[in-house]
């Protein structure tokens, strides 16, 4: 079973600042997907960026990027130019991709309460 | 980007009473949809994994004649919650796989459901 967890609850950083989520998982599969949600009050879910386990290259999205360590397992976020609107909830996800093609559910870790301020 | 509408956003009911909640994917098909419960302050617990015109797969523990779900067609899936308690008060999210935009397997999200049992 695939399992995520990301160990910092609540995180701060001020307006403007660089602050990096971090996030480790565990499987036993080659061929997955690792995503990173936003979740802010309005509780809507937003992608921010995804990353797949065969790309070597780490992904980017304007201002947010992660570090894929693979063989490490590890997926953090780094978030530069910290906004306000930025303050959300952040949860890592993992997706298997079966060798039939087919995708399996994502599996949540516990998520990460970032607030950014003035 | 592809979008997920549901209905209604806020509900109360009665405890004892059912009440339907819709999940449509209004410019893609979609193939696959997932229905969560997400807690204050909590991750997202998958409930069930429903694929158009098959039975729904229930997560273990999630009793499947108290959340019915029904996905009768490529974009329209149902959660009914059936003799509500105020324990089932909650906020449900769905979500929709399928192809859109060329992104496949890529979960898009619903803005969630607060249903709160009195």
């Known amino acids: 079973a695939q399992t995520v967890t990301q160990s910092q609850p609540e995180m701060s950083v001020q307006e403007a600042e660089t602050v990096t989520l971090s996030c480790t998982y565990d499987?036993?599969?080659?061929?997955?997907?690792l995503f990173w949600y936003k979740q802010p009050p309005s509780r809507q879910m937003i992608l921010v960026i995804r990353?797949?386990?065969?790309?070597?290259q780490n992904a980017t999205e304007n201002r947010f990027s992660v570090n894929f360590q693979k063989a490490a397992k590890s997926f953090s976020l780094k978030i530069s130019d910290s906004q306000l609107g930025d303050t959300a909830m952040y949860f890592c996800?993992?997706?298997?991709?079966?060798?039939?093609?087919?995708?399996?559910?994502?599996?949540f870790g516990t998520g990460t309460r970032l607030q950014v301020t003035l | 980007g592809a979008v997920v509408s549901q209905h209604p956003s806020w509900v109360i009911c009665k405890s004892g009473t059912s009440v339907k909640i819709e999940c449509r994917s209004l410019?893609?098909?979609?193939?696959?949809m997932f229905w969560y419960r997400q807690f204050p302050k909590q991750s997202l617990m998958l409930m069930a994994t429903?694929?158009?015109?098959?039975?729904?797969?229930?997560e273990q523990g999630v009793e499947k004649d108290k959340f019915l779900i029904n996905h009768a067609s490529l974009t329209l899936s149902t959660l009914t919650v059936t003799s509500a308690h105020p324990e089932d008060s909650s906020f449900y999210i769905c979500?929709?796989?399928?192809?859109?935009?060329?992104?496949?397997?890529?979960?898009?999200f619903g803005p969630g459901t607060r249903l709160t049992v009195t």
């Open positions: 429903s694929n158009e015109g098959s039975k729904a797969t229930y």
């Open positions: 996800a993992f997706m298997t991709l079966y060798s039939t093609g087919t995708a399996s559910k994502l599996t």
């Open positions: 499987t036993s599969e080659n061929n997955y997907y």
């Open positions: 410019d893609f098909q979609a193939t696959t």
């Open positions: 979500s929709g796989v399928g192809l859109a935009g060329g992104r496949l397997y890529e979960q898009y």
């Open positions: 990353q797949e386990a065969y790309k070597q």
